[in-house]
């Protein structure tokens, strides 16, 4: 599967041939907190298979999760979208924002993590089809 996304200015572009590894509904305060929204939605693939393009930008580096383990956030500085997550413990993975998806169609959530971070009115109509894990992603 090839998939390509861009930032809301257009000044940094993404793409990658490598599938899917997972789509998962990240509910940690990190994300949260990036998004300004309850939860966001990611779709990891191979870091070594994704190409990033552009002059604008820019990674923040926070150490977290129930690990204390490091966290890239890579975002335009120009618009300020988030565009991709590097998790030190995600090995090899890197954590598109499936926003920021050209075509958000060819993906559906699979799993929910960190969701003892879950907004409390938050409850997924498909959640029993997806797999949860209260504290953290599986690697």
């Given at each position: 599967?090839?998939?390509?996304?861009?930032?809301?200015?257009?000044?940094?572009?993404?793409?990658?041939?490598?599938?899917?590894?997972?789509?998962?509904?990240?509910?940690?305060?990190d994300c949260q907190r990036q998004s300004g929204a309850p939860f966001s939605l990611n779709v990891a693939v191979d870091r070594d298979a994704l190409t990033i393009g552009g002059d604008s930008l820019t990674t923040y580096e926070t150490?977290?999760?129930?690990m204390d383990m490091k966290?890239?956030?890579?975002f335009c500085n120009r618009c300020?979208?988030?565009?991709?997550?590097?998790?030190?413990?995600?090995?090899?993975?890197?954590?598109?924002k499936a926003g920021t998806l050209d075509d958000t169609s060819v993906i559906t959530?699979?799993?929910?993590?960190?969701?003892?971070?879950?907004?409390?009115?938050?409850?997924?109509?498909?959640?029993?089809?997806?797999?949860?894990f209260p504290a953290g992603i599986p690697t």
């Open positions: 599967m090839s998939l390509s996304g861009h930032c809301l200015c257009g000044a940094v572009t993404y793409s990658t041939d490598s599938d899917p590894i997972m789509v998962a509904i990240c509910h940690c305060t150490v977290g999760g129930a966290r890239e956030r890579m300020g979208s988030p565009l991709i997550s590097v998790l030190e413990e995600a090995g090899d993975m890197a954590f598109i959530p699979e799993l929910e993590v960190y969701t003892d971070s879950a907004q409390p009115w938050f409850h997924a109509a498909e959640a029993e089809e997806r797999g949860l």
